[in-house]
């Protein structure tokens, strides 16, 4: 059959998902409109604002908040489809629920807290991917550019973290089939990231090239497992991370977004996948700094094996470069799975419209249950009769750190324990020596640290002086710690191994401080399990 050269460009198009910002100023909207009228572009991945995506955060630009931003997103999703002749696959990172990018939106736990649920709860984590699935479908968006199947074997990663279901190859692809199955069964599109396996890195990938020094044996022993059952379980898209992988390339160190022995030899040829694969974000520079010719970077991922090129920023000379090296029956397959999702997506049709309400009461309920079966004790000493006793003698007092005493947390645990209250909320306002003072006239101090960032940057953004004051106290007095974050700040804390008592609560949500609160007072046995092997000093 013959094609002309409009339709084939028409075609090539499809494969291109710039970036679109719901913050954004009007003429930005309407080049975004004309680039979909002009270029029968594929679909979009949505960011919260210019300063949040994906690189610029080193810029230090300011994210502006915006209580409106979900009602804005519902209005620019209409706006986009209704200049598209093709309807168009709209995409955002909603690893932990819209509220990744969106303010006032429902927010569920970090895959890193869902990692530690027993793995008989996975029905759990099932019931996150449902809810996500609902959630977007509510703003009108039919693709979740989640879960992680990247399995967090090293502490000191910067940017996987608390987004993967931690380093237990089994319990990540179980999780990660889970959460897919849950945004399936609402007939929400998944994607499984960042192959072959971000988790063994330590360089942030936004920013510069992490190389994976392992063979394709050791690959296939560890990271690539949860790959290979998510491709047993027909997953919707795989999605290629900025990694190089020298043993997979002669050597070399090409990130494997741009790798023909990565996603044909090994993914598609050895691993069997013919579903959609879109390549991590065009604009990191470990990738967008390569080429200088505007076009070449999007020709060379899609040679070398993307269907989809998330965040591309050259759409016009992109298009133009595809179209002048490709040949028109790579062009058609890539075309065909695109058309393939948008039909499982039943947007097809025109059936665009978003559909449903954002149900808060249903979040906070599922919130709670994963509470109750993630709660983690890693140090106990029958610390509750710790505690009261001390109450009994007026020598036990609470010390909140990075939240006021009015926590949710501390007035749970003042239904039955009410004693003096401290608090550290930042260095502008409280006075860390006189806390000191004040307390020491306890022996029993009950601890809980709201951890600053999920990030490990900076010590997770803990000062440096709220460190020497948790050291001093841990060695001085009776401590029982209750830690809300990302469970790798438990090595940064000096002498916590000299707690009297320690449990991971991972988030500091209502329902996770409520439950900790309950499970202190009425001395229930924990369920969950670190999902990462943390070494406390």
């Not at 000493?381 to 949710?408: G, I, M, R, V």
Request: charged share 25%.
């Amino acid at each position: 059959m013959k094609i002309t050269a409009e339709a084939l460009r028409q075609r090539i198009g499809q494969f291109f998902f710039p970036a679109v910002f719901i913050n954004d100023t009007e003429e930005n909207i309407q080049e975004t409109e004309r680039l979909i009228r002009e270029h029968n572009i594929g679909g979009l991945t949505f960011f919260h604002s210019r300063a949040s995506a994906a690189t610029n955060y080193e810029s230090k630009k300011k994210v502006v908040f915006n209580d409106d931003s979900y009602e804005k997103i519902k209005a620019l999703i209409v706006r986009y489809q209704k200049a598209a002749s093709t309807p168009l696959l709209i995409s955002i990172d909603a690893e932990w629920g819209l509220a990744m990018r969106i303010e006032k939106t429902p927010q569920y736990p970090y895959a890193i807290t869902l990692g530690a649920l027993p793995s008989t709860k996975s029905d759990l984590v099932f019931e996150v991917g449902k809810q996500i699935g609902l959630d977007l479908k509510a703003a009108g968006i039919q693709y979740n550019l989640s879960p992680l199947a990247d399995i967090n074997n090293n502490p000191n990663n910067p940017v996987i973290g608390y987004r993967s279901f931690g380093e237990n190859k089994e319990k990540v692809a179980d999780f990660s089939i889970e959460y897919l199955k849950g945004m399936s069964e609402v007939g929400v599109l998944g994607c499984l990231k960042h192959f072959p396996g971000h988790g063994n890195t330590n360089v942030d990938s936004h920013l510069g090239l992490p190389v994976l020094k392992e063979t394709l044996e050791e690959l296939l022993e560890n990271e690539l497992y949860p790959f290979i059952k998510g491709i047993e379980n027909n997953v919707d898209s795989i999605m290629i991370g900025h990694l190089a992988v020298p043993s997979l390339n002669e050597g070399k160190d090409t990130s494997a977004t741009l790798s023909k022995a990565v996603i044909q030899d090994l993914l598609r040829n050895k691993l069997g996948y013919d579903g959609l694969v879109i390549s991590d974000a065009l604009n990191m520079h470990s990738v967008s700094k390569l080429y200088e010719t505007k076009g070449q970077l999007e020709w060379e991922a899609f040679h070398a094996g993307n269907d989809v090129l998330c965040f591309a920023e050259n759409v016009p000379e992109g298009i133009e470069a595809i179209y002048k090296n490709a040949s028109p029956d790579r062009i058609f397959e890539s075309y065909k799975r695109i058309i393939k999702a948008k039909e499982k997506a039943g947007i097809l049709s025109g059936n665009t419209a978003a559909s449903g309400e954002l149900n808060f009461e249903k979040t906070a309920e599922l919130n709670l249950q994963i509470a109750q079966n993630a709660l983690t004790t890693i140090i106990d000493n029958s610390n509750s009769e710790l505690a009261f006793e001390s109450q009994k003698n007026n020598k036990l007092a609470k010390l909140s750190l990075y939240k006021n005493t009015e926590n949710t947390f501390f007035k749970t645990l003042n239904s039955k324990l009410a004693s003096p209250e401290f608090a550290f909320e930042n260095l502008e306002i409280s006075d860390i020596s006189s806390i000191k003072k004040e307390l020491e006239n306890f022996d029993t101090i009950l601890i809980s640290l709201f951890v600053p960032k999920a990030k490990p940057m900076n010590n997770f953004e803990i000062d440096n002086e709220v460190l020497e004051l948790l050291s001093s106290l841990l060695q001085t007095k009776k401590c029982i710690v209750y830690v809300f974050g990302n469970p790798y700040v438990l090595p940064i804390i000096p002498n916590l191994k000299k707690a009297s008592g320690l449990v991971q609560a991972y988030q500091d949500f209502e329902e996770f401080q409520k439950t900790a609160g309950i499970h202190f007072l009425d001395k229930i046995t924990s369920n969950g399990n670190l999902p990462v092997n943390i070494e406390i000093q």
